[in-house]
């Protein structure tokens, strides 16, 4: 539809979630999980048929880097795939029938705001930093799994990937954490980024593998195989270390304890493109962008649903 062809600022997204709730009531439920710094909203959005989804619930996060537009487009896409498809396709209706499908469309709303208003590249939040000119904390270095611990990550507030003062100092990451945890059991969590066409498993901190390290390559590997142009199925370390980042919490003990021991399948999707035009990505590449990835996202869903 028009909609998915063009990107659309914080107002109109969270206007087209509002209104995708209200015009699926029995599939769809809109929430709020907490305000950012200047005041806006965080949001979800829950997708089911089932009255008890149980164990079957999979999350979905977008846009927790404010420059990378596609993610945002990515989420929308999905939530409208899944409402569309309950009772007109057999797949997706029978996912709807025993799973749970949690979305939090915008994690960075402040930050997202500003590449509308300021400037396009801006990447963090937009957290006034005691001490300093520079604002804004990289959400992606500010969760408690390894933070601090280095790699690609700074001290310096006026950096890209400035990691903020303490683990989960920012009030964004605090509601994530908050929403996760009282939503397990999750089975399945993604992270939704751009660019590079990866598919990236944990860890990104630790050169250890991660307990689940064939059955998530082979996840990997098959989202990868799903998607029609190239993505590359890899642990995130191997692209680069990253400490402090959302996708490894979900796979924390913190999460697997609140979780009755189960571990999510967690990972971080580097969408298109390849570096042509990187964060800048063209409106006509957001169709087949959220295809592709539609495919990913069903194949994870059926994967996590019919696990033992
Ligand atoms: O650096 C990030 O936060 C992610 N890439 S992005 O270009 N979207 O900023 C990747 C995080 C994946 N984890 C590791 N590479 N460790
Ligand atoms: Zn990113």
Redesign the pocket.
């Known amino acids: 539809t028009d909609w998915h062809t063009a990107y659309h600022n914080y107002e109109s997204i969270i206007e087209w979630y509002k209104h995708l709730a209200k015009s699926h009531p029995s599939l769809a439920r809109y929430t709020t999980i907490g305000k950012t710094a200047e005041n806006r909203d965080m949001i979800a959005v829950h997708i089911t048929a089932s009255k008890n989804p149980g164990r079957n619930k999979m999350y979905m996060q977008c846009l927790i880097?404010a420059r990378?537009w596609i993610s945002g487009s990515v989420c929308m896409y999905q939530a409208h795939m899944l409402v569309q498809g309950y009772g007109n396709d057999r797949e997706i209706t029978d996912l709807l029938n025993d799973m749970e499908f949690l979305i939090v469309p915008i994690v960075n709303p402040d930050g997202y705001h500003y590449t509308w208003s300021h400037s396009r590249l801006w990447?963090k939040n937009r957290a006034v930093n005691s001490n300093s000119e520079c604002r804004g904390v990289?959400l992606?270095?500010n969760f408690d799994a390894g933070w601090g611990q280095g790699?690609?990550t700074s001290v310096n507030e006026c950096g890209e990937?400035y990691h903020g003062k303490k683990a989960a100092s920012e009030l964004e990451v605090q509601h994530i954490k908050k929403y996760f945890k009282k939503n397990v059991p999750i089975v399945a969590a993604i992270d939704f980024?751009?660019?590079?066409q990866l598919i990236?498993r944990p860890?990104?901190?630790a050169k250890r593998s991660a307990q689940d390290e064939s059955t998530f390559a082979k996840m990997g590997n098959e989202m990868a195989r799903q998607m029609t142009a190239a993505y590359i199925s890899q642990r995130?370390?191997d692209?680069?270390?990253?400490c402090g980042?959302a996708?490894d919490w979900f796979y924390s003990n913190e999460v697997i304890s609140a979780n009755k021991g189960k571990r999510p399948a967690s990972f971080?999707i580097?969408l298109r493109d390849k570096g042509p035009y990187g964060f800048l990505l063209p409106k006509d590449q957001i169709m087949p962008t959220v295809k592709e990835v539609k495919n990913a996202v069903i194949y994870l869903a059926k994967s996590v649903r019919d696990a033992p």
């Open positions: 880097h990378e990447r990289d992606n270095r790699g690609r990937t980024h751009s660019y590079g990236l860890y990104g901190y995130s370390i692209l680069y270390p990253a980042i996708s971080t580097e």
